[in-house]
């Protein structure tokens, strides 16, 4: 049984910085694509980032592109997601994901965290 738990979310305000951390455990996913996700009130759960088994190639929303950085450590078996300038519109709550042969697609994904709340005030 594998659990993704996420911490790290909360208020900010407009351009801030947070960042998100996600550890895994009751298996290792040192070989699994690991990703983060997000959904706003109201919204279907969109792409946020990625990243290999590796850490070496990530892949990022237009949206977040540039502001955001996704990171593994394979020892701790854990990612992160910092979040830099942030806009109100970025407002949702995180889930991380785990396990996947479709890397934007959230629904291929085989494992979720429960999700963290990231609220931006303007």
């Known amino acids: 049984q594998v659990q993704l738990v996420e911490s790290g979310g909360g208020l900010v305000q407009s351009g801030g910085s947070l960042t998100l951390s996600c550890a895994a455990s009751g298996r290792t996913l040192r070989e699994e694509v690991m990703g983060w996700f997000r959904q706003a009130p109201g919204k279907e759960r969109e792409f946020v980032a990625v990243i290999s088994p590796s850490g070496t190639t990530t892949f990022y929303a237009d949206s977040v592109k540039g502001r955001f950085t996704i990171s593994r450590d394979n020892a701790k078996i854990t990612v992160s997601l910092q979040m830099n300038s942030l806009k109100p519109e970025d407002t949702a709550v995180y889930y991380c994901?785990?396990?996947?042969?479709?890397?934007?697609?959230?629904?291929?994904?085989?494992?979720w965290g429960q999700g963290t709340q990231v609220t931006v005030s303007s």
């Open positions: 994901a785990a396990e996947t042969t479709e890397w934007a697609v959230p629904h291929q994904y085989k494992y």
